[in-house]
């Protein structure tokens, strides 16, 4: 039912990755990096490809660009050499610059990542013995100003493009080396580093949605990254009238930040709960699992030392989600400089857990992971706009008194 909490000791390692960029906007091309199906066949005729070829160039370099990974037209062998030309001539192939990585004594990977206007997000690589999670952000900064969270003391900047979001996922597998060979399929070379995708990173996805949408829908592609829709995972804080645009138009696993039993608390904890109350998230909740052929919502929950982690607590959250298929994730608090709170004790969580697993739901504990490098849930904040609050500055921010 629950995982033992790692201590993490050994070194971290970090190196310094640039990678060569072109500039799209200066010479005028365009990436075809973030273009979906139908924004790629719109951009090959207006460069110039004829109607009666059209399909058969937008699977051509649709499979070079996202199941390949190929960055370089000449390497296209099976179009044109003057094809190839018009294609460079047009358009680049461009990924976000990864500034820094960091590997955590786990094993874990953070990624700093450069995307345009010199803005900076974080994505985190999580290996696992029977998966790879690559935890990926929509927005630099946050909106929604949760008071456990390191991101959320980062105000929104802007938001990520649907290239910015899936090319995460693209320079996380140039780092694994996964891409195949090209002519070979994806599960050729057995199972795959990187088999999950998470949007937990920074931001709120659902406030994002036209390029969380777009791009998750290059990452299902079948003849692309090919990752199952039940591969994938959207975390929201509670977006409601984007919750069935989600089931509907991504049909991705969801993932609600729950964290709280009574509105009273969620409306400190997470304070979106003031405009859309826990009643009022849960109704919309209830008809996910059905829209999106899902089997079950994942509700995340933080454990925060005397604030939300009691066994009436526990009971509570019990009878809330009754009726509504489900997974309970409970989440040791992962602490940051200046943080209003601290983690629950491990005796406490698991007690909270034991009373959520007899009341018949999947309850287990996360592993924090990355933590020495601050990648861990509720953590990622990008170094260049840390700016630091003193702890009194915060809590008065999360109406806990100065």
């Given at each position: 039912m629950s995982e033992s909490l790692p201590h993490a000791s050994a070194p971290i390692t970090q190196d310094v990755v640039t990678i060569p960029r072109k500039d799209a906007v200066g010479d005028g091309r365009v990436n075809l990096v973030g273009l979906t199906r139908d924004?790629?066949?719109?951009?090959?005729?207006?460069?110039?490809?004829?109607?009666?070829?059209?399909?058969?160039?937008?699977?051509?370099?649709?499979?070079?660009?996202?199941?390949?990974?190929?960055?370089?037209?000449?390497?296209?062998?099976?179009?044109?050499?003057?094809?190839?030309?018009?294609?460079?001539?047009?358009?680049?192939?461009?990924?976000?610059?990864?500034?820094t990585r960091e590997i955590s004594a786990d094993g874990t990977r953070k990624y700093l990542v450069r995307i345009a206007g010199g803005h900076e997000v974080e994505t985190v690589y999580i290996p696992e013995s029977d998966r790879g999670t690559l935890c990926i952000s929509s927005q630099v900064g946050c909106?929604?100003?949760?008071?456990?969270?390191?991101?959320?003391?980062?105000?929104?900047?802007?938001?990520?493009t649907a290239g910015e979001i899936v090319g995460q996922i693209m320079?996380?597998?140039?780092?694994?080396?996964?891409?195949?060979?090209?002519?070979?399929?994806?599960?050729?070379?057995?199972?795959?580093?990187?088999?999950?995708?998470?949007?937990?990173?920074m931001g709120e996805p659902l406030y994002n949605f036209e390029a969380v949408r777009d791009a998750m829908r290059i990452a299902m592609d079948g003849e692309g990254i090919a990752l199952s829709r039940r591969r994938i995972t959207l975390s929201t804080s509670g977006v409601v009238p984007e919750i069935a645009r989600a089931a509907t138009e991504i049909g991705c696993l969801l993932a609600v930040s729950f964290h709280a039993t009574t509105d009273a608390v969620r409306d400190k904890l997470v304070p979106i709960n003031k405009r859309?109350?826990?009643?009022?998230?849960?109704?919309?909740?209830?008809?996910?699992?059905?829209?999106?052929n899902s089997e079950r919502i994942t509700f995340?929950?933080?454990?925060?030392?005397?604030?939300?982690?009691?066994?009436?607590?526990?009971?509570?959250l019990v009878q809330l989600i009754s009726g509504i298929p489900a997974k309970i994730n409970l989440i040791p608090f992962n602490e940051w400089p200046g943080a209003p709170y601290e983690r629950s004790d491990w005796d406490r969580i698991q007690a909270f857990a034991d009373i959520v697993h007899k009341a018949g739901y999947a309850s287990p504990i996360r592993t924090p992971r990355g933590e020495d490098i601050m990648a861990a849930c509720g953590q990622l904040k990008s170094a260049t706009e840390r700016a630091r609050k003193s702890r009194a500055q915060i809590a008065a921010e999360a109406g806990l008194g100065g």
């Open positions: 924004g790629m066949r719109e951009a090959l005729a207006a460069a110039g490809t004829p109607e009666n070829q059209l399909k058969m160039r937008v699977n051509q370099v649709w499979q070079w660009v996202y199941h390949w990974g190929v960055r370089d037209f000449d390497v296209m062998t099976n179009l044109s050499k003057d094809f190839r030309r018009l294609l460079a001539e047009t358009f680049v192939i461009e990924l976000p610059e990864v500034v909106t929604l100003t949760c008071s456990f969270c390191h991101t959320g003391t980062q105000k929104l900047v802007r938001n990520l320079l996380a597998r140039d780092d694994l080396g996964e891409w195949p060979e090209p002519g070979k399929g994806t599960g050729d070379a057995g199972p795959r580093l990187l088999s999950n995708v998470v949007l937990m990173g859309w109350n826990i009643e009022t998230l849960l109704d919309t909740l209830r008809d996910y699992p059905r829209l999106s995340e929950y933080v454990m925060l030392k005397g604030v939300n982690d009691s066994d009436a607590d526990a009971r509570r």
